[in-house]
């Protein structure tokens, strides 16, 4: 299996990034896949969940309205987008799915001025 996020960076206060992690090595279309995100000095914590076609979705009240997660099952990968960013969104960004116990390398949002 692999997970590999990328599309991180540096951003300004109110902006955004579009993250994606490409997955390998088992039958993603048949998972939820799901964005964690892990803060200096805090737990992770998760962002968004979708539904293995797609069609359901869920967030964390903290992105809700602001995080988009999407996914193409054709290309084996899940997307976060992220619009008006906050410094509080500041995180490595994690995709997994249930009952896989690794992490990628992540990729880092910084969102600051």
């Known amino acids: 299996v692999q997970l590999v996020e990328s599309g991180g960076g540096l951003v300004q206060p109110g902006g955004s990034l579009r993250l994606s992690c490409a997955a390998s090595?088992?039958?993603?279309?048949?998972?939820?896949m799901r964005w964690f995100r892990q803060a200096p000095g805090k737990e992770r914590e998760l962002v968004a969940a979708?539904?293995?076609?797609?069609?359901?979705?869920n967030y964390a009240d903290s992105v809700k309205g602001r995080f988009t997660i999407s996914r193409d099952n054709a290309k084996n990968t899940v997307y976060l987008q992220m619009n008006s960013l906050k410094p509080e969104d500041t995180a490595v960004y994690y995709c997994?799915?249930?009952?896989?116990?690794?992490w990628g390398q992540g990729t880092l949002v910084t969102v600051s001025s």
């Open positions: 997994n799915y249930p009952g896989y116990g690794y």
């Open positions: 090595g088992f039958a993603f279309r048949n998972y939820v």
């Open positions: 979708i539904s293995s076609a797609g069609s359901v979705t």
